[in-house]
């Protein structure tokens, strides 16, 4: 079946430094992967969006990266500030009319 | 704009009642979605729909029904409640079907 993983533990992270997130997929071959972050008790907040054919997506601070030989994105907020606290979800487009979602990885900032 | 509007933001229902949660649109978005969230399962698919008129099953459609009678508005109805349904549920929206979607922020729902 297909399957989404990303870090269930917390990552902690220094103020200005990059903080790199991991999103791993099986058994399946999204056409894009979409990223989002989310704050409690609100919902999910679009922030980017990569295509199978595109290796890098750049928005300000944050860069994704997309391997699909791999299997895997990678999301990355480089100077990254305590405002950055929140957890981000990776969806993979599963399927026809279908975005998955992982469960997120909540990321801490430290000043 | 408001977005994504969803009503109530909390509700406690006592098993077997029955109860509607409100989403409500204003960006004239054709695709509407209901998820729900719970720890450890992250967002999970209940029901969309890719214009009026038209709705399909998601992941875990089972207790949920829905309806898509205006672009603007796609209810979630849980006819019996279950305990199981104890969740945060939420509505979102997109221009299409795979585009960017658009949360409202959430109704926490308890069935005791």
């Known amino acids: 079946s297909q399957k989404i993983e990303q870090n269930s533990e917390a990552l902690n992270i220094q103020e200005g430094k990059t903080a790199t997130l991991t999103c791993n997929y099986t058994n399946y071959s999204p056409a894009y992967l979409q990223w989002y972050r989310q704050d409690p008790g609100r919902g999910p907040v679009f922030l980017l969006l990569?295509?199978?054919?595109?290796k890098e997506k750049r928005k300000e601070r944050l860069k994704v990266t997309f391997d699909t030989t791999l299997k895997q994105s990678l999301f990355h907020i480089t100077a990254s500030q305590p405002a950055d606290s929140a957890t981000y979800l990776c969806a993979p487009k599963s399927g026809y009319q279908k975005v998955t979602f992982g469960i997120g990885t909540k990321l801490q900032v430290i000043p | 704009n408001a977005g994504v509007t969803q009503t109530p933001k909390f509700q406690v229902l006592k098993t077997g009642q029955s109860m509607t949660l409100q989403c409500a649109q204003d960006m004239n978005h054709e695709y509407m979605s209901w998820y729900r969230q719970d720890p450890g399962m992250g967002l999970r698919l209940i029901h969309y729909?890719?214009?009026?008129?038209?709705?399909d099953q998601g992941e875990v459609p089972n207790g949920y029904n829905v309806s898509r009678s205006t672009t603007e508005d796609f209810p979630l109805r849980l006819l019996s409640a279950a305990p199981s349904q104890t969740s945060v549920y939420f509505c979102a929206s997109s221009y299409s079907a795979g585009q960017p979607l658009h949360f409202g922020n959430g109704t926490r729902l308890t069935v005791t």
């Open positions: 990569i295509r199978e054919n595109e």
């Open positions: 729909s890719v214009g009026a008129g038209i709705t």
